[in-house]
């Protein structure tokens, strides 16, 4: 084996926080695992087989910094983040395994806390059980295979199927068609998911629907987005406003700050309206180390306004 | 620490099928992890004592790419492809630890398909529970020791012993005897194991015994081999007998075919007969990645004949 | 990513023995994982930050080698033995996750059989659950922050807090005070904490100290320690004194003794005295590596005398 061609890396974060949710239990003083980065080790390489074409694999896991746990919660597997397999060359990406939905990976471009599932008020509104989130389905999905197009003037994109492995059923589940673009201070995202849950009928499904673009003035860069969620076959749909901006205050150091509001409607039940914001400074000691300060707010229909504050450390390897 | 000697190594798969067993729940359209080989990774590394000795170790862990669980099922351990450290020289190899039952490795040398838990007929007729294994006891071993005797023109051999764990008991359990001769094109390998379920009386034991050659014509590679286990106190024995044939159709790929055949006989019940055979192309894209096809046929007495297709990649890293 | 600054480390053990202890069942003879040193494999790392700064991880992995299972048993974590990350400059060092208690690592330092959580009495004693161990409280703790001043003038030490993660509480929890010496020939190693059980109100707290010196004469290595624990609110108190020696008997040989002595005093339950013994050879092959063979007895209030035997490989890499 050529071991050379083989990388161990990841992510190293803890923060600090006092941190309590509306509608969520008292406030609880604790030492957190990720924060605006959640924490992960993988292994990963590549191989070339001619001609520009490569084989790639990643084997990326999940782990939590304060009890040292696998996974991001207790039901996760080894391999949370990604395990997957494939092929890359001039047509682009075919991969095959566990692996990150790119709804997720277009969020976090479009947040200035990026994919944070501790502090970005629009990844809480999203995937976060405890923050009513909006999307059914994980942040990675199972059993999938996807096309990743190379990017061509700026836009990239993907296809991502999940075989449904249901026996006697046809395997048709889950879809995800994404697409971002980049071009000088602009950027864009959207991304479009059907998530059906894993029975056999009737289905339950729900589309997703997430749209927003950047545009970095320098002196600040400003964020927009919205996501819209409908189930099948019956009403609970969400629709999510989401602002943010970055502003530079030095070489090292942004201030960071972002608004996120859904609202909830389901047949017989009142509207639920949740308003989450996060104002944070996050700043890089180097390369791969930065620290963080971040304070939120967030109220929902029926419950008071509460606070998490807390301060954190990423050190990337 | 010199962790230059320490290696990084593994292997990715995933395949995509249409799987269905004789007797089993209808067709699954899925995304498989393994196929012709079960994904794993692994830390291994060697250390020189002097006059020609070393310590060696190596830690091997299953894992399955489609959903990135650890293990090749949910009771599996972390390191569940082997655990052991122990010492290598002149005398061959003593380790101690978790290690790979020689029968499979022998099995996977009988075989076209290698040691495949899906694809092999071999494999499965003897160690997969829902094509009834006739093996009692994993493809791993725990609790064992393990000598290896060096290679004598053409010859290797080993003895593994697994230690009962018994309160009280006199510690005395599994035992497994294993020889491999290789002489130009002629391949045979032999394999004997007595297995015993951690009880304390009375011991449910099994025999079991594998005995097969392999000849390279060069146009074609034929193979060939019996398995027949015996069980403790009661009838429930089974014959397999297996034969396949791997033809080169060029630098890169060969055609793969297998069949397999066991009966089992139990008191007091009808006799048990099963047929499964496989045809496949395997095509190596580079030293390290190859694709490839099969197509499986499963029947057994009592149920009807069924079809599994699939398609798949491996890398080794 | 500067992999080259990533170390993947670890120590693979295993011995055989025969084991019993006081009051438990009868012998087993059992391959162990561990030993002298239980088995892990580990990930770190550090970056220059400048101005002497370094940012510094590890995420250490307990394993058993017998059978491949994570952590130490079946309630481990995935990183069982370290998982934090921090920073380490001029002012010493401050890291934050879960973090091996220093109090292990100082009576590691005055026990011939080290850290040994099968061989040495004075471990045992304190530590594991089946030998009354004394201390309330782990070998790792979770959701710490650390600070460890800088070495002056042989004198090291650190401060470990733990928070308590308890819903509307104040977060105050398991505290650990260490110190240790070292100057010359002469070593000396002190602890002190305060271990709370996750509970609200009342707290189930325990307070407990280790003291104890080593001196090296060269021809005879002397160590000494006591440890002293106090529950609060009830009586449930322990006092254990350790001897022990170790006694180079070539360049690469030592015979090594201990003898620890615990006696627990309960409120209306007559008082439990446990005498635990070992003397050991240990042997380095080489650097790396290292053969022993150990013999215990064991004996407390009401039970008879027990004796176990064990021989042992410890590989670091």
């Not at 890396?9 to 604790?30: C, H, I, N």
């Not at 030492?31 to 490569?54: D, F, I, M, P, Q």
């Not at 395994?97 to 976090?108: A, D, K, S």
């Not at 990743?148 to 249901?166: F, N, Q, W």
Request: aromatic fraction near 12%; charged fraction near 15%.
């Amino acid at each position: 084996q050529e071991t050379t061609q083989v990388q161990l890396y990841g992510l190293v974060g803890a923060y600090v926080a006092k941190s309590e949710r509306s509608g969520g239990p008292a406030a609880v003083t604790q030492l957190g695992h990720g924060g605006l980065t959640t924490s992960y080790w993988g292994v990963r390489g590549t191989e070339a087989l001619g001609s520009g074409y490569k084989a790639i694999f990643a084997l990326e896991s999940f782990f939590q910094t304060d009890t040292g746990g696998m996974g991001r919660n207790a039901t996760d597997p080894l391999f949370s983040r990604n395990a997957y397999v494939g092929f890359e060359g001039g047509f682009g990406k075919l991969t095959f395994g566990r692996q990150t939905n790119p709804t997720y990976v277009n969020m976090g471009t479009l947040s200035p806390f990026g994919v944070s599932v501790v502090f970005s008020p629009l990844v809480l509104q999203s995937f976060i059980g405890t923050y009513n989130g909006a999307l059914v389905g994980d942040t990675v999905w199972n059993n999938t295979i996807q096309y990743t197009m190379p990017r061509i003037a700026g836009l990239g994109g993907s296809v991502m199927y999940g075989l449904g492995e249901v026996a006697g059923g046809p395997g048709t589940a889950n879809i995800g068609l994404h697409a971002n673009y980049v071009n000088g201070n602009f950027g864009a995202a959207f991304s479009a998911q059907r998530f059906r849950t894993p029975v056999t009928a009737p289905l339950t499904q729900q589309d997703a629907y997430l749209l927003g673009a950047t545009y970095d003035f320098k002196v600040v860069k400003l964020y927009g987005s919205v996501v819209k969620t409908d189930a099948s076959g019956t009403t609970n749909d969400t629709r999510t406003y989401d602002v943010g901006v970055r502003i530079p205050v030095s070489k090292s150091g942004a201030l960071l700050a972002e608004w996120a509001h859904t609202k909830r409607t389901r047949a017989g039940v009142p509207d639920n309206e949740r308003h989450t914001g996060s104002v944070g400074y996050d700043y890089f000691l180097s390369k791969r180390t930065d620290v963080y300060a971040v304070y939120s707010r967030d109220r929902q229909t029926g419950f008071g306004s509460t606070g998490t504050i807390g301060m954190g450390v990423r050190h990337t390897f």
